[in-house]
């Protein structure tokens, strides 16, 4: 397996897809580390879920699918933040309504069934410059912005009437997470699939939060455990010759598995 890591180094082929992958993989574990911590971990999913519905709508249209699944999940992100709603119901709400909308637009366009199950499954060996600009782009953003926004998010989690007793803004850095996360989301949804994209921002802030010592260790843990996974998965998938959005998750799991384990150990051993 190990042999292949020249060829992603050198073959233009794997080369763009494979660096696309490995900055969402990396960003999307912290990003998930947040919404955890929020308790709006699904929003992962309700996120994923209208990017994959409008990146069909902007298909069938003529856009990039990448394009239009960005747009359609800003769209989301800013409604949620100046509706203010808050936890995990409002993402249930995207979730049923990207699903049926995804289904309807694959049964009723040009775009067709195999292209709705291309957006779920994820189209990583294609991706190109556009999605490794836009990745770079949200991985820049993001290293930019979340020192600043970390301290409010922390403030409003342990001290959530601080901002109303003090009449601070809250709802302008809350539309900043809330974009940045859906433009991740929808970005990662058109390259590694629905159900990979949302697998890298939940498992691994779940091990983190059961392995690290610290809020700052909860962060880099999240992005290592992601970034190896990816790396691991994509060497897989390239060696076994089989689907990289699978293997991927099949890996995550069973990495949350041995988590699960770990912790039934240091229990009975106290």
Request: glycine residues 10%.
């Amino acid at each position: 397996m190990f042999e292949l890591i020249p060829v992603l180094a050198l073959d233009p082929l794997f080369r763009l897809p494979f660096v696309t992958g490995l900055l969402l993989a990396g960003l999307l574990p912290v990003l998930g580390a947040v919404l955890t911590l929020r308790q709006e971990w699904l929003a992962a999913l309700g996120l994923a879920h209208l990017a994959a519905a409008s990146a069909l709508i902007g298909l069938a249209a003529g856009l990039p699918a990448v394009l239009g699944g960005t747009l359609g999940a800003l769209l989301a992100g800013a409604v949620k933040a100046l509706l203010r709603a808050c936890g995990n119901a409002a993402y249930a709400f995207m979730i049923l309504i990207g699903w049926s909308a995804m289904l309807l637009v694959a049964a009723n366009s040009a775009v067709g069934d195999s292209l709705g199950h291309a957006i779920i499954d994820g189209q990583l060996y294609f991706a190109g410059l556009t999605e490794l600009l836009l990745s770079l782009l949200l991985v820049a953003i993001a290293a930019h912005r979340l020192p600043w926004l970390m301290p409010l998010i922390l403030r409003a989690t342990f001290f959530p009437c601080f901002e109303t007793a003090n009449r601070r803004p809250a709802w302008r850095w809350r539309l900043g997470l809330d974009l940045l996360t859906a433009a991740s989301l929808a970005v990662a949804t058109a390259t590694l699939g629905l159900m990979g994209a949302f697998a890298l921002v939940f498992v691994p802030a779940w091990i983190a939060f059961r392995l690290a010592p610290s809020w700052r260790w909860t962060l880099i843990l999240a992005a290592l455990i992601g970034g190896g996974v990816y790396l691991a998965a994509f060497l897989a998938a390239l060696a076994l010759d089989q689907p990289f959005g699978p293997v991927l998750v099949a890996l995550l799991v069973a990495g949350a598995g041995l988590t699960a384990l770990i912790g039934i150990g240091r229990s009975s051993a106290t």
